[in-house]
């Protein structure tokens, strides 16, 4: 790949700041100086799911994907470097300071643009992003509901039972929730949605439960992924993206304990099988989708069709949007940032919040309270803009470190709301700020752009 040169921004380096835009949901996107470096995966599987795996970043300085922007730190303008359009073309841009300023390349066109109005960087990067979504014709909802999802409390070991108990608790203590979802641990493989593990009997009887409360039912999916265990892939290796020599299966990484891989979305039985799988839940009842790994679709490799990888990725989220029927929430999730805007009513701006403060590793993309902070802060500025911002789950329960601050940052920086403890587990002041958190999101600006 080839990076040519931008612009040199005069300034102070040690002064100056950088925003530095990740490219996934999980990819940390924050402020920092301008002579530093920002964060690097410390494993190969996280630069695959976390950080853009087909350019990775150089070693020193930064790269934002579709967005960089300095702020020259002496009250001087700041300059903004932004994808035209991010859904056709998302380049990388680097910066890195040297002697007199900060240098900034890309792997393609972007747009220059110097923001002299009121309120820094922060209100700069509010601009822009009120001009691009006006560009692209962006509705953001007037209302997201709140919701429910035993991800951070049960995670692959959920089973039937568990959500049962979980909507009877929810229905006494009258907790004001809007949609109750299932999560990872109901399907039979990564990849084989319509065949149930053997911890779920029906989806039926829940959502039915779950209606039965006035609840709308949510579903959690992973639908670009084919796990290696599971029947598409085993019985269908022509419905996966390939490298792009074509010599092998495109590998996306290694979760849930196997290595995973991309499903093409351009060749036709892939394609009719991923319409079913929506088509088939909103027949179930489901009307609310959190969709996650998306990035998997956005990988450079070779399809059944000639286009390019974006292209690609979009006309996933087209197929799932128009099978999944009308009223349908969908929530993006470990999604590609800047070619999302437009395609979902929410959206995941941070890495998975846990219920340590650090990192298990001390990589900051990896889940944490820490991570989600740095990044729940970083892309405040798309809320309301390009959807609502989703920076996590509510996890209030007593084992969670420095609960108090984390519902502090979810009270100031959340638009999507969902509570994510085993409701039983909660305590007095649990479920007290639990009740309290849990509102529906408006599209109001939680960065002013004045």
């Given at each position: 790949m080839t990076f040519a040169p931008i612009a040199l921004v005069e300034c102070d380096p040690a002064r100056a700041r950088v925003f530095e835009n990740g490219w996934s949901s999980f990819g940390p996107s924050a402020v920092y100086p301008a002579t530093g470096t920002s964060p690097r995966p410390s494993l190969r599987v996280y630069e695959m799911s976390t950080?853009?795996?087909?350019?990775?970043?150089?070693?020193?300085?930064?790269?934002?994907?579709?967005?960089?922007?300095?702020?020259?730190?002496?009250?001087?303008?700041?300059?903004?470097?932004?994808?035209?359009?991010?859904?056709?073309?998302?380049?990388?841009?680097?910066?890195?300071?040297?002697?007199?300023?900060?240098?900034?390349?890309s792997d393609g066109p972007v747009e220059h643009t110097v923001d002299d109005g009121p309120g820094g960087l922060d209100s700069a990067l509010a601009r822009w992003a009120d001009r691009y979504a006006e560009k692209l014709g962006v509705r953001v909802a007037e209302s997201y509901p709140t919701g429910w999802c035993p991800w951070y409390q049960y995670f692959t070991r959920l089973t039937e039972r568990d959500m049962y108990e979980n909507i009877n608790a929810i229905d006494r203590h009258e907790l004001p929730v809007d949609m109750i979802a299932v999560d990872d641990a109901f399907q039979k493989e990564i990849g084989d949605w319509l065949q149930l593990s053997d911890r779920f009997s029906s989806l039926n009887g829940l959502v039915n439960r779950i209606h039965a409360s006035d609840r709308r039912a949510g579903v959690w999916v992973a639908p670009m992924f084919v796990g290696a265990r599971s029947d598409v892939f085993r019985d269908h290796p022509d419905w996966l993206v390939r490298t792009p020599d074509g010599t092998e299966p495109l590998w996306t990484g290694h979760i849930w304990e196997q290595d995973l891989y991309a499903l093409d979305i351009t060749h036709p039985g892939a394609a009719a099988y991923l319409r079913e799988v929506f088509q088939t839940w909103r027949g179930h009842g489901f009307d609310y989708f959190k969709l996650d790994f998306l990035f998997a679709a956005a990988r450079v490799g070779r399809r059944h069709e000639d286009v390019t990888a974006l292209q690609a990725y979009a006309m996933g989220v087209d197929l799932i949007r128009e099978a999944a029927g009308e009223g349908a929430t969908l929530l993006g999730c470990g999604a590609p940032l800047l070619p999302s805007v437009g395609l979902f009513e929410g959206m995941r701006?941070?890495?998975?919040?846990?219920?340590?403060?650090?990192?298990?590793?001390?990589?900051?993309?990896?889940?944490?309270?820490?991570?989600?902070?740095l990044s729940g802060r970083g892309r405040a500025f798309m809320h309301?803009?390009?959807?609502?911002?989703?920076?996590?789950?509510?996890?209030?329960?007593?084992?969670?470190?420095?609960?108090?601050?984390?519902?502090?940052?979810?009270?100031?920086?959340?638009?999507?709301?969902?509570?994510?403890?085993?409701?039983?587990?909660?305590?007095?002041?649990?479920?007290?700020?639990?009740?309290?958190?849990?509102?529906?999101?408006?599209?109001?600006?939680?960065?002013?752009?004045?």
């Open positions: 950080f853009r795996a087909d350019t990775p970043a150089p070693a020193t300085g930064f790269q934002g994907e579709g967005l960089l922007a300095v702020d020259p730190g002496d009250g001087g303008p700041v300059h903004l470097f932004a994808a035209p359009d991010a859904r056709i073309s998302c380049p990388s841009v680097r910066a890195v300071a040297q002697a007199g300023g900060v240098r900034v390349t701006i941070s890495c998975d919040i846990a219920p340590s403060y650090e990192p298990a590793d001390g990589d900051i993309s990896q889940p944490s309270q820490a991570g989600a902070v309301g803009r390009f959807w609502h911002n989703d920076p996590d789950c509510v996890i209030v329960r007593p084992e969670v470190e420095r609960r108090e601050e984390w519902a502090r940052h979810i009270e100031r920086y959340a638009g999507v709301r969902v509570l994510s403890d085993r409701v039983n587990s909660l305590d007095d002041w649990g479920l007290e700020t639990a009740r309290r958190l849990l509102v529906r999101s408006t599209p109001a600006p939680l960065v002013p752009s004045e």
